[in-house]
């Protein structure tokens, strides 16, 4: 009777949404002929809208189901997924699948829609690649699809609950190629547009999909309070930041005419049906708990199949603000103006939030000093100088990415490079020596091995994963880090990175990644899956310091400008000496790099002393030998110099 139930709820969500989309398209005005662009025919239309709409919703069950096996499904400290998971994760493998073929079948319809030709001339070989070529979003399904194909291998390998985590983060991953270079990349604001909905699409997709889960665990008898429990808390965040995040988008893309437009009237009844989601479910699940689990999650799927519908027709009508005022430039690649040079009074005072690292930023130092009261409240101390270097490296990551500083840094070299040196250098090393590992680890509490697997099991997991153990090799470390700098602006990848938000993004979060495990391995507090000796750690130090000295000559010395496509594109008329100002960087490049690699030299040094100190402590000695203090005080006379 329960297994009818939820065939039924899922039949009537799926005819829902397609007619929902079916009735958008037919209701929309054309498009195309706003656009100024050929009609590839109202049938391309319809089967472009409801591919997405079955891409959209096989990726919410794969990530979400993922997420519910990897995290809301107790499992063993030991890390085998319990039978309750294994189960949920197999229409993971189905969905998947399901994604690999939607997502191919995208590939063609948004090529023969980005060319205004019908789709049949998308499945001609010969015309294909000519169809591809130009546009961006069908390469950014082909990324989704090999994502996705990646992501049907690992769910038929899975055992542990760190693959299952894994196909999450790719599912999320996969998703947000065809929306970020989609209408949230047009025009004034969007930059705050993509980046609200980056947090939009994966927050209602895990929720989506961790319902599915849940209405297949209950119907195999899943009664467990834990995963209730766990669920109502997964679902509470992920509404709550759908909302949220969805709210700011529709906000800046209704433009002039806010949500009185066509346009925004789509968005409030998407938002209007989350928010009513939310409220029923969440209530729900709180007074009836497990005796009506499928009733409830049948209506609530449904209702989200609707909203799911409404954004795979809202993907094909363009947003007010693309007609509301003249594109420029500027707008085009920045999602802003910089008419004015870089005054300090500009460099302090223009804020302009990044959605993703001030929110990270926010939540990392929120945990953190949950972490640290955890402690003292209960009698154990923590350092307070590492409490003060972990808020001093996010807040300079934040005014990295939204302050002043970061809002003039695309229009000059010179302040690029200082955010660079900052994002890569000073901030991750402030955060590698806070400890973050350690606090969790001693704030998070112990499960046994028979019991459920909660969050310090699942830091411990990550800590000794096959892939933190491979990027935090010093063999691997290292040179990413260095050569990173080479790469990005000796090849032409720094201009083609510039010209759009989403790679800027990316070019940001590598930077502070290839710091961290960088300084992670050299200095770090948190014990690295690969430890060194002190000596080692002090020659990968010093080995550094050329390698940014030879970068910065080669930037003083260098006749041509680095991206001086990307700079010709944006037109400022303040920026009237760009090779100076690249100059000008090579030098903030050279000082800036040098600078945090004597610091964390010193900050070697001292852990060094002090783990002798402790060795000679436990050896029942006072003092280190003679020769070793001389080594050290040579050291440091080098240091000094």
């Known amino acids: 009777m329960r297994s009818r139930s939820a065939r039924r709820w899922g039949v ?11 009735m958008i398209v037919a209701l929309t005005p054309d498009v195309h002929r706003l ?23 096989a990726a919410a069950v794969t990530a979400g189901g993922a997420l519910f096996a990897a995290f809301v499904v107790p499992g063993p400290a030991s890390g085998i997924v319990s039978p309750a998971a294994y189960a949920a994760l197999r ?14 079948a995208m590939v063609f319809f948004s090529a023969a829609q980005a060319s205004g030709r019908p789709v049949t001339d998308a499945f001609d070989p010969a015309l294909l690649p000519d169809l591809v070529g130009p546009a961006e979003e069908p390469k950014a399904w082909l990324v989704t699809l090999v994502l996705a194909a990646i992501a049907v291998v690992t769910a038929r390998i899975l055992v542990t609950w760190r693959p299952a985590a894994l196909i999450a983060l790719l599912g999320v991953a996969a998703l947000l190629p065809p929306v970020v270079v989609g209408h949230a990349e047009v025009g004034a604001w969007h930059d705050v547009v993509t980046n609200s909905i980056v947090w939009h699409v994966a927050a209602a997709s895990l929720w989506t999909g961790s319902v599915v889960a849940l209405v297949l665990w209950a119907r195999r008898g899943g009664r467990d309070e834990l995963v209730l429990r766990r669920q109502r808390r997964l679902v509470l965040v992920c509404a709550v930041v759908t909302v949220l995040s969805g709210g700011i988008s529709g906000y800046v893309l209704t433009g002039p005419d806010g949500f009185a437009s066509g346009y925004g009237i789509l968005v409030l009844a998407k938002l209007a049906v989350a928010a009513v989601v939310l409220t029923v479910a969440y209530w729900a699940r709180r007074r009836w708990g497990a005796t009506s689990v499928v009733r409830i999650a049948g209506i609530e799927l449904t209702l989200l199949a609707v909203t799911m519908a409404l954004a795979a027709g809202l993907a094909r009508v363009p947003p007010p603000t693309f007609f509301s005022r003249p594109p420029s430039a500027q707008n085009t690649i920045l ?8 005054e300090l009074s500009r460099l302090l005072l223009d804020w302009r939030p990044d959605l993703i690292f001030a929110v990270i930023a926010v939540l990392a130092v929120a945990a953190y000093l949950a972490g640290v009261w955890r402690l003292r409240h209960r009698g154990d101390t923590w350092p307070a100088g590492r409490v003060l270097t972990w808020t001093s490296g996010w807040l300079l990551v934040l005014a990295s990415t939204s302050s002043g500083l970061a809002v003039h840094a695309p229009g000059s070299f010179s302040l690029h490079m200082i955010v660079h040196m900052l ?60 050569g990173s700098y080479y790469l990005l602006y000796f090849t032409g990848l720094f201009p083609a990175v510039m010209q759009y938000h989403w790679a800027h993004q990316l070019m940001n979060i590598h930077f502070v990644v290839t710091g961290y495990l ?15 000796p002190h000596a080692a750690k002090l020659g990968m130090l010093l080995a550094a310091s050329p390698f940014h000295m030879y970068f910065a000559v080669l930037v003083l010395n260098r006749d041509s400008l680095i991206g001086e496509r990307f700079y010709r594109y944006l037109d400022l008329t303040w920026q009237t000496d760009a090779l100076g100002d690249q100059r000008l960087g090579g030098g903030i490049a050279w000082g800036g790099g ?21 060795l000679a402590r436990r050896r029942g000695r006072t003092a280190l030998d003679d020769d070793h203090d001389a080594l050290l005080d040579a050291l440091a006379r080098r240091v000094a110099r």
């Open 12 to 22: 009537a969500a799926g005819g829902a949404a397609v007619a929902l989309v079916v």
């Open 35 to 57: 656009l100024g662009d050929s009609e590839p025919g109202w049938w391309t239309d319809v089967g472009a809208s409801v591919f997405r709409l079955l891409a959209d919703v």
């Open 91 to 104: 229409p993971v493998r189905y969905a998947a699948a399901t994604w690999v073929v939607a997502a191919a």
């Open 335 to 342: 999602g802003y103006e910089l008419p004015t040079p870089p």
């Open 423 to 482: 994002l890569n250098m000073l901030a991750p090393a402030l955060l590698a020596i806070s400890g973050p590992v350690t606090l969790a680890l001693r704030a998070l509490p112990a499960t046994g091995r028979d019991a459920p697997a909660g969050a310090r099991a699942w830091v411990v997991a990550v800590l000794h994963a096959p892939v933190t153990r491979f990027f935090a090799h010093p063999l691997v470390a290292f040179p990413v880090f260095i």
């Open 518 to 532: 960088y300084y992670w391995v050299v200095v770090g507090i948190d014990p690295a899956p690969r430890p060194l």
């Open 594 to 614: 040098e600078l945090p690699l004597l610091v964390t030299v010193v900050v070697l040094l001292v852990q060094w002393s002090r783990h002798d100190d402790r």
